[in-house]
Nanobody
Framework: VQLQASGGGLVQTGGSLRLSCAVS????????MGWFCQAPGKEREFIAA????????YYADSVKGRFTISRDNAEKTVYLQINSLKPEDTAVYYC??????????????????WGQGTLVTVSS
């Protein structure tokens, strides 16, 4: 399974971005897809996860209301919509995939496949 994240860039405070994660290779029809972020000097943090087959979602409490995860099965792409961006959202954003065992999870150690990350920079 290969994951290719894209859509990052420089945006002003209050702006929006939609990140994409294209999935190729052996597709896990029962996979869980997740988005994480890592700011400079900080640990990788969970943002959101989605069930590939069911579309059910799970969010970190800190991002509820501003971040939306979705997927397009036909395009084999997972999205992360980020609204009302803040300077503290500046980070490298990673998509990841895991099997459906243990369901939707925010534990990065359960994810087997990772994309290369896309940088989001929010200017004040």
């Amino acid at each position: 399974v290969q994951l290719q994240a894209s859509g990052g860039g420089l945006v002003q405070t209050g702006g929006s971005l939609r990140l994409s994660c294209a999935v190729s290779g052996r597709t896990l029809s029962s996979a869980v897809m997740g988005w994480f972020c890592q700011a400079p000097g900080k640990e990788r943090e969970f943002i959101a996860a989605i069930s590939w087959s069911l579309g059910s979602t799970y969010y970190a409490d800190s991002v509820k209301g501003r971040f939306t995860i979705s997927r397009d099965n036909a395009e084999k792409t997972v999205y992360l919509q980020i609204n009302s961006l803040k300077p503290e959202d500046t980070a490298v954003y990673y998509c990841a995939a895991k099997s459906s065992i243990f369901g939707l999870s925010g534990n990065p150690s359960l994810y087997n496949y990772w994309g290369q990350g896309t940088l989001v920079t929010v200017s004040s």
